[in-house]
């Protein structure tokens, strides 16, 4: 091995060094925001607002801010979908009926993507979209009504297909109107 090729693996080592610094230290703190689930959305209600401001002042940047739409949807949806396939679940239900073996086991809501990943995946997708809103290079000219129009159909289309799959398997995600208990100590 001669000097250059040492000198690039000492580089390239010092690099990741460095790397897996930050890396943890963000992992650190993003650790640390866990419990604070009224500040971290506040956060990103806060992104979101500094970015629709900077769409409407700017007038521009309309392709960005219909993916960011889109990748939103896509992340509350899977946010909203229950983690295993409910029509397995009602098809051995359905067998327990058929055999007379029925289960009382409590069988909670698990998300396909919790609460913390949503939040931290919108979060870093505003704050990208936000960056990419400084270059000009990403402002494609397009007709935003078309684009706005087609959002509000393809939202409104895959949430009625959502309500329809929690109505037809019987459950609720969201934990709206469900008791709470607290200890008394």
């Not at 992104?47 to 509350?76: A, D, H, K, P």
């Not at 396909?112 to 979060?123: G, I, Q, S, Y």
């Amino acid at each position: 091995m001669n000097f250059n090729e040492e000198q690039q693996e000492t580089s390239s080592n010092k690099a990741v060094v460095y790397f897996n610094k930050y890396k943890a230290m963000y992992q650190f703190y993003l650790d640390q925001t866990t419990p604070h689930l009224k500040y971290r959305w506040s956060l990103l209600v806060g992104l979101l607002l500094l970015f629709f401001l900077r769409i409407v002042t700017s007038q521009g940047w309309y392709v960005v801010c219909y993916g960011l739409g889109i990748y939103l949807l896509n992340q509350f949806l899977a946010f909203l979908t229950p983690k295993f396939d409910m029509s397995l679940q009602q098809d051995s239900q359905n067998n327990e009926l058929e055999t007379g073996e029925m289960s009382d086991e409590f069988k909670p809501f698990i998300r396909r993507l919790p609460e913390f990943k949503f939040w931290h995946n919108a979060t870093r997708a505003t704050g990208i979209a936000l960056v990419l809103t400084l270059f000009t290079i990403f402002d494609i000219p397009v007709f935003w009504p078309i684009l706005l129009v087609y959002f509000i159909v393809l939202f409104a289309l895959t949430m009625r297909r959502q309500i329809d799959h929690m109505i037809k398997y019987k459950y609720i995600p969201l934990d709206i109107g469900k008791k709470k208990y607290t200890s008394h100590k």
